[in-house]
DNA sequence: ACGTGCGTGTTACTAGCGGTAACCCTAGTT
DNA sequence: AACTAGGGTTACCGCTAGTAACACGCACGT
């Protein structure tokens, strides 16, 4: 049997793959999101079609990239929603961990998040487009299932879940965008408004005087 | 004087400015987001180099064609957000005027937010990474302007008002971008769940039977 | 009448990108 | 020794954004 064989094929096909994205990925951190196929073949010492040979285009190594990025995000969110506290805690522990997350590589996360920024004269960057929406879906739709199916909702839950996770996920993305590139304030002062925000705190403030209030 | 020469000029310029404009809307509503400037240069009956006399580079004739639709749109929201209601009235109002928008003219709303999608092969699209970022901004900062004069929100007021300001525009926008992908529901609807969430049903939910809750 | 700018337009080009076809070369099998 | 299979490279294509350099036309001052 080939199947030896093939393993190891399939090994040192993985580690390749490994290797190249890691390229990618100094090269993507160096040289921001207009990082060309060019230069991260360059960077991992070999030439463009193998490049394309392992990830089909540039798309693919994108996602592959990306994905590794996400992965990674995902599991901390997940701890953080999954720790034993009360719900406004976890609430508050899983902005804060998305938001540590974001501070701490912000070059990571403007490549997910904002593909060309920075670019010099060429303007032809990543294509995020098509791949940074997945990265929020995937977000709205796990909360949305940790919502539906922790939280008793009444009728009409799944779909009320659904709007929710993905309207939280929206909020928390802008929120921490906003927030990353201003730096307004303390990490901790932007997730107690956050939270207080999902707490209710905007139906019941009260109105200014004079005016119908906002 | 040379001011009516001058003003003659100029408005000769601004009507150009304008028909390239609009032709280069007529493409990129065609074309997608990878309408090239030789596309648009075409539609408009002339050739690239005026293109770029008169808007610089590809990123200032992308500014301001997502300018014109920006204003527009925030003109509307303004007006559902100053209508004569009660608040939740008008949040809902003002939701369901930025949902109505992105729902009549999905390409427009793709255009601004989500650059390169549907690219056959060429990717190099449109990089609006470095606008769709202002869009969002600008709906954040204006609502955070209008939350802090009309809310009394105690002390630290400003802060507050603008990180719900990006908060909410954030909600608004990832719920839409997926409402708009998935169509899971009536517009009506999204509306409601989403002033929902802002009104506090999360944090008043009761929790699922056993385990901690969400 | 006549140059002289100046605005408007074109052709023809550069540099660089994503992506691919064709070839090459070495290692292991038979 | 001959042969195949992968990993790798060179050299190219078609396309893009962006730019120089040149050409027409039309109002001016003298």
Known sequence: MDTTQRTDQQRSADRRRRELLEAADRVVLRDGPQASMNAIAAEAGITKPILYRHFGDKGGLYAALAKRHTDALLDSLRAALDAPADR???????????????????????????????????????????????????????????????????????????????????????????????????RAELVRSLADLLWGRLAAAGDRMGGPGF
Request: proline letters at 5%; a negative charge; hydrophobic letters at 40%.
């Open 88 to 186: 406004r805690e976890r609430v508050e522990a899983t902005l804060d961990t998305y938001l540590a997350a974001i501070e701490a590589r912000p070059q990571v996360y403007r490549f997910l998040m904002h593909p060309a920024e920075g670019g010099q004269v060429g303007d032809q960057g990543f294509d995020v487009g098509k791949h940074s929406a997945p990265l929020l879906r995937r977000m709205g739709e796990e909360l949305a299932t940790v919502i539906e199916e922790r939280l008793d909702l009444g009728p009409g839950s799944q779909q009320l879940a659904r709007v929710w996770g993905h309207g939280i996920v929206g909020m928390m993305h802008a929120a921490g965008d906003w927030w990353l590139g201003e730096r307004p304030c303390s």
